[in-house]
């Protein structure tokens, strides 16, 4: 079974991948106005993300305007929404099982098998929760190159990839491997004890074997 070191380090790098989540679920900067063309305006700073859009003027300034309907917006980006939300949630809830396997924890009772298998479980959930982060955040950033290169697409509404985006994606990437690590605690079945005690031959026979 592991050992609790490495269950340790696993429980940490996906509560800090779960950190990662959601400082980049919140932060706007998940795509920023891309410079390119002739005509180039350098005082204004475009930024869009999940939940509103920001405006970063040269003096400091900042701007922001929360998206108001939801139906209005785009189908690539309501389902971003959805599924980092979804990865967080389910991030949450493999903490919380992981946490009652932990060797380092009294929760899930004392049978260790049972707490490794526990453990396993809440590895595996991580692991869930993580990959709809990645498709969430691979998603968009194809999205961003999509509309980059697209010819049709004016050069004053080109964007490129914001820093949330990255944040987004180490976070996906820690839960992960905590995941993994965690989800290695998968319990190896004990080899039956030999029996020490001689085995009964029926009457007759003259020598005794044993195991």
């Known amino acids: 079974m592991a050992n609790s070191g490495l269950q340790i380090l696993g429980f940490a790098l996906s509560m800090l991948g779960l950190i990662g989540l959601i400082i980049g679920t919140i932060l706007p900067q ?3 106005s891309a410079y390119v063309g002739d ?3 350098t005082a204004v700073a475009m930024y869009q993300g999940l ?10 300034q900042i701007q922001c305007k929360v998206y108001d309907s939801i139906l209005q917006l785009d189908s690539s980006l309501q389902a971003t929404r959805a599924l980092m939300i979804v990865g967080i949630i389910v ?3 493999g903490l919380g099982v992981a946490t009652m396997g932990m060797k380092c924890t009294t929760c899930g009772g004392d049978d260790k098998t049972k707490k490794s298998r526990i ?3 809440g590895g595996i959930v991580l692991l869930i929760g993580s990959l709809a982060s990645v498709v969430a955040c691979s ?3 194809h999205n961003i190159i999509k509309d980059f290169y697209n010819p049709f697409t004016p050069v004053n509404t080109k964007y490129e990839f914001g820093s949330a ?3 987004a994606w180490a976070g996906s990437f820690l ?4 995941g993994a690590m965690l989800a290695a605690s998968c319990p190896r079945g004990r080899k039956a004890a030999t029996p020490k005690y001689p085995i009964s031959r029926p009457p007759g026979s003259s020598h005794k074997e044993f195991v």
């Open 175 to 178: 839960d992960i491997m905590g």
């Open 119 to 121: 453990a396993m479980t």
């Open 51 to 60: 939940w509103m859009s920001c405006a970063f003027q040269s003096t400091g």
């Open 139 to 141: 998603w968009f950033a």
């Open 30 to 32: 998940w795509k920023m």
């Open 165 to 167: 985006i990255f944040i």
């Open 91 to 93: 991030t949450v809830a």
């Open 39 to 41: 005509n180039i305006i």
